[in-house]
């Protein structure tokens, strides 16, 4: 196992205890599910008229390869992955959970998807970075 999938294992260990501290339904996607529609966990929160929604976590990552330690204000946006396919940003989850040190940042994918056709020609682009306190429409859910 690489480092980089070490660090996104531990990841998503820590957002799965959130939700369960949470009391929140949760289910992991298969492996196709994971790949092919880049999302991650169904959650089920526990408020009334509220569907499950589908999750794509993202360990904090370095921003180049001479970091050691993980950024937490900046991350890579994914159009197209190293296979050419669609990248997570225009995959079927409805949220990115973006880990910071003691929470998550978690995101509207289609809004982070609108705010980056503002920004960038997506159609050119395999992937590109972004400030996340640049993203206004922002939720922090935090370990309690």
């Given amino acids: 196992m690489n480092d980089s999938q070490k660090m996104g294992d531990e990841c998503e260990t820590?957002?799965?205890?959130i939700c369960k501290d949470k009391s929140y339904k949760i289910k992991k996607a298969t492996k196709t599910q994971d790949m092919k529609e880049h999302w991650d966990y169904q959650i089920t929160r526990n408020i009334?008229?509220?569907?499950a929604c589908l999750v794509d976590v993202k360990a904090a990552k370095r921003i180049n390869r001479n970091n050691d330690?993980?950024?937490?204000?900046w991350t890579w946006v994914e159009i197209r992955n190293v296979?050419?396919?669609?990248?997570?940003?225009k995959g079927k989850a409805d949220d990115i959970a973006f880990e910071q040190k003691d929470h998550f940042i978690i995101v509207k994918r289609h809004e982070l998807r609108k705010w980056c056709k503002k920004k960038i020609d997506l159609k050119n682009q395999k992937k590109f970075l972004v400030q996340k306190d640049l993203m206004n429409f922002l939720v922090k859910y935090k370990k309690k």
């Avoid at 820590?14 to 205890?17: D, I, R, Y």
């Avoid at 330690?69 to 204000?73: A, E, F, S």
């Fill in 69 to 73: 330690k993980p950024d937490y204000d």
């Fill in 48 to 51: 009334p008229l509220t569907g």
């Fill in 14 to 17: 820590k957002f799965v205890q």
């Fill in 83 to 89: 296979r050419g396919d669609d990248g997570w940003l």
